[in-house]
């Protein structure tokens, strides 16, 4: 059972990585890819906390843009590293701990929106940070949870 397990769980990280990849860099954003690159930066970077989710959030109730493009940009952000939270633990036990799983998602999202801005692929926004940080602590917790339980489980059993 273990085996089938870690062949589903194998499986569906590979299939996690390749799209996260194809969404963080191969999905065209429609950025300004013909301005030099130094105007490029200047142009899609937010380096304000909160500036675009608090705009999100605003744009809900008010109805200022379509619903979908807010709920779109804040769950998606979010939910698209939540998965690490699972995943990484799961294969690295050192990252099991809290600080050094902090510490490796922060390099980790840090370097995806360095590469997403020098590419042209996408912004390097705070706010995607912050939210897919949070995405992958969720992630980080779900995976305490469940390993907590089956620990709890198991000394039962003994």
Request: with cysteine.
């Amino acid at each position: 059972m273990k085996k089938i397990i870690r062949l589903i769980m194998g499986i569906s990280f590979l299939s996690y990585l390749c799209a996260l990849t194809v969404l963080l860099f191969f999905i065209s954003r429609g950025y300004w890819s013909d301005m030099p690159l130094m105007e490029y930066m200047k142009h899609s970077s937010n380096f304000v906390p909160f500036k675009t989710i608090n705009g999100y959030v605003m744009a809900i109730p008010n109805g200022s843009m379509n619903l979908i493009i807010p709920i779109k940009n804040l769950a998606g952000n979010v939910a698209a590293f939540l998965p690490m939270g699972i995943f990484l633990p799961y294969y690295i036990r050192r990252l099991n701990r809290l600080k050094s799983f902090t510490i490796t998602m922060t390099v980790m999202i840090l370097s995806v929106e360095i590469i997403q801005l020098v590419s042209r692929r996408g912004s390097l926004d705070i706010d995607d940070f912050i939210l897919n940080i949070i995405g992958a602590l969720i992630g980080f917790g779900l995976w305490k949870a469940m390993t907590a339980r089956k620990a709890r489980k198991n000394a039962v059993n003994v």
